[in-house]
Structure formats: structure tokens, C-alpha cells
């Protein structure tokens, strides 16, 4: 069964720098895709970027960007020059097949991120 | 992306009570999922619609009853709720139920209390 950890249940960034959220996994499957989404305190779960296993680069979306290492089974988010905005929840997600066949995400427990001024 | 709306957005209920969730999706999506997401614990998947055909049921109680009218549209009839039902229910949407990229969408949630 595919599992997803994510070991920081918050973390503090000072406005302007860089951050990395950590996040690994578990899987028996050849071919498989991660996500990163934000949840702010309204509730939404936002995407924000995506790798799949048989990608050659690592994922970036503007000013995230996704350190993915096959062999250590982590893809740890990294966001560059924080801003006020960016505080909120973040989870790591891996696509899985249900036993019907239809496709679901199995979540993390989440990090929370805290940008400070 | 904004494209998936639910309503309402909080509810309050007690035990007896009967309500649904309502979920719209404007992405020209095919498939759509219900999540729970319990306070200190992962989003747990509940149910898949693709082509408006339940393809999914997470063993979840019969006191949730899933309906999809068409592929734009998804309720949660609730009813007999338990307090430990409390929690946010996401509504999700992707092109389909498969495939290398296929990105989640998820609307704001509804926030349950059971009373």
C-alpha cells in the first residue's frame, strides 16, 4: 500500500527566504505521480505542482519547485522566496488505485507553514 | 483554479437532522470525489463518480449517500449522523478517473458539526 510521511508538523520562514517542507514515500509501484497542495485556514486544498515517477526533471511551478531523489523516496517541496501569503498547510499526496480500480490520493498528515514578517 | 464550488460552505446538524452537500464543478471534468479530512488525521478518500457511474465506495456508512446527476454535479445526502462525523468533506474533480497527470481539483470544503 502506498504511504506518504511528512515528519514536520510546522515550520517557520522568515519573509523573502527559501524553504523546503519535507516529504517521503512508499510505494511497490514502477510508475507513480506526486502532488504538493496548500490548504489555507479557508478550507481549499490548492494544487501546486506535480511529479511523475518517470520524469527526468524535477518539477518547478514559478516559485515552487520539487526536489524529487528516486532512490531516497523523497520529494521535498521547495519554496523560494516566501511570502505572507504562503503561510498555511501543506500536504503531500501520491496518486493510488483504489480496489476498483479508480484512482485516489493518498495524503500526508500535512506541514504547516508559518512565514513570518 | 477555482472551478469546484460547494455549499454550504458550514453546517450544523444534529443527529436526527437530514441535509446534503452540494458540489459543482466547472471544468468539464469527468470524474468527481468525495473526501473526509478529520482533525489530526489524513484526508481519506469516500467516494468516486466517473462518468456519473459510482466506481468507489470507501466502506463508508450508509448514513452517507453519495449522488451524482451528471458529471458537474455531486451531493452527500446525510442522515442519522454521529458527532464523530464532524469534519471537513472536500469535493474534488479531474479529466477522468485515470492517467498519468490527472490532477485533483478540490473546492473549499464544507465544515460538518454534528450536534
Known sequence: AQKITQTQPGMFVQEKEAVTLDCTYDTSDQSYGLFWYKQPSSGEMIFLIYQGSYDEQNATEGRYSLNFQKARKSANLVISASQLGDSAMYFCAMRALTQGGSEKLVFGKGTKLTVNP | ETGVTQTPRHLVMGMTNKKSLKCEQHLGHNAMYWYKQSAKKPLELMFVYNFKEQTENNSVPSRFSPECPNSSHLFLHLHTLQPEDSALYLCAS??????????????????????
Open chain 2, 94 to 115: 479531474s479529466q477522468d478517473s485515470g492517467g498519468s497527470k490527472n490532477i485533483q481539483y478540490f473546492g473549499a470544503g464544507t465544515r460538518l458539526s454534528v450536534l
